[in-house]
T-cell receptor, first 114, second 109 residues
Framework: GAVVSQHPSWVICKSGTSVKIECRSL??????MFWYRQFPKQSLMLMAT?????????EQGVEKDKFLINHASLTLSTLTVTSAHPEDSSFYIC??????????FGPGTRLTVT | GQNIDQPTEMTATEGAIVQINCTYQ??????LFWYQQHAGEAPTFLSY??LDGLEEKGRFSSFLSRSKGYSYLLLKELQMKDSASYLC??????????WGAGTKLIIKP
């Protein structure tokens, strides 16, 4: 099956700094990638849809100036959490798929803001 | 609004069979997914149903009834490693995934 990777797998940063998370489709091209956030004991929440070569589409309530998404190529999307705060601490997961009905998830990135 | 319902938690015995139900109300339908998520890990794909009926894949089967807005995931010959959360998600008219809150499955020896 298709493989999606994320880097880093976990990161600790200080409040006020920025963190960049990478999502890569290793053996297929993905024009669309999705970014999710998951707080402990809660379901996945879609943050934004990342489209190659165009602006991301953000879900209601997600600050686009705080969560910067760049889909520079067909195999790479990045999520940058700017001016991170402790409440941004969460599990961030990306997904991508070759076809609409197949979504493969990256292993996730656990962000802890101190 | 869009809504997906599944039980919060279920308990079953090793070697037994368990059925996890999912009901949905969404704007459009382009398929229903089941994912397995172990604690602290990303979800992994289990099944996809877009037509009515039963899809069998090893110990796992998934059923869909579009007219009833209903699906279930059937797990047979339960193993301890099946202890996880099982997430139901529906692809709506825009191919966006709408997620259920997940069902935590506890397997007892």
């Amino acid at each position: 099956g298709a493989v999606v990777s994320q880097h880093p797998s976990w990161v600790i940063c200080k409040s006020g700094t920025s963190v960049k998370i990478e999502c890569r489709s290793l053996d297929f091209q993905a024009t669309t990638m999705f970014w999710y956030r998951q707080f402990p004991k809660q379901s996945l929440m879609l943050m934004a849809t990342s489209n190659e070569g165009s602006k991301a589409t953000y879900e209601q309530g997600v600050e686009k100036d705080k969560f910067l998404i760049n889909h520079a190529s067909l195999t790479l999307s990045t999520l940058t959490v700017t001016s991170a705060h402790p409440e941004d601490s969460s599990f961030y997961i990306c997904s991508a798929g070759e076809r609409e009905y197949e979504q493969y998830f990256g292993p996730g990135t656990r962000l802890t803001v101190t | 609004g869009q809504n997906i319902d599944q039980p919060t938690e279920m308990t079953a015995t090793e070697g037994a069979i368990v059925q996890i139900n999912c009901t949905y109300q969404t704007s459009g339908f382009n398929g229903l997914f089941w994912y397995q998520q172990h604690a602290g890990e990303a979800p992994t794909f289990l099944s996809y149903n877009v037509l009515d009926g039963l899809e069998e894949k090893g110990r796992f089967s998934s059923f869909l009834s579009r007219s009833k807005g209903y699906s279930y995931l059937l797990l047979k010959e339960l193993q301890m490693k099946d202890s996880a959360s099982y997430l139901c998600a529906v692809s709506d008219s825009n191919y966006q995934l709408i997620w259920g809150a997940g069902t935590k499955l506890i397997i007892k020896p």
